[in-house]
């Protein structure tokens, strides 16, 4: 089992930048799948990005390549999304989730989450 726990949101101007931070407690991310969600309100819950336990990202959507890039410290139990030229759109809490399944994109895919981080991207 794993404890996930996200930071970094805030409110930032459209094409400002953001840095969350998902730190895992308990295991090392090696054993993990890791994933970022979002989810504004009214809407699903939508896959933003995820990093294999080897390192390899998993592909996001057409609207999120080029803004957005997931990365990991494996000693520091750390997981990352840059977040550039953020759009009102991005505005959503922001989940950190951890799986087991190799390019996982789907919410049904993780076994454990953190608590959430709002971002919110004013015009």
């Known amino acids: 089992q794993v404890q996930l726990v996200e930071s970094g949101g805030g409110l930032v101007q459209a094409g400002g930048s953001l840095r969350l931070s998902c730190v895992a407690s308990?295991?090392?991310?090696?054993?993990?799948?890791m994933g970022w969600f979002r989810q504004a309100p009214g809407k699903e819950r939508e896959f933003v990005a995820a990093?294999?336990?080897?390192?390899?990202?998993?592909d996001l959507s057409d609207s999120l390549k080029g803004r957005f890039t997931i990365s990991k410290d494996n000693y520091e139990n750390t997981v990352y999304l840059q977040m550039n030229s953020l759009k009102p759109e991005d505005t959503a809490i922001y989940y950190c989730?951890?799986?087991?399944?190799?390019?996982?994109?789907?919410?049904?895919?993780?076994?454990?989450w953190g608590q959430g981080t709002q971002v919110t991207v004013s015009s």
């Open positions: 989730a951890a799986g087991y399944i190799v390019a996982a994109t789907r919410v049904s895919q993780y076994n454990y």
């Open positions: 308990g295991r090392t991310l090696r054993s993990y799948v």
């Open positions: 990093i294999t336990s080897t390192g390899t990202r998993i």
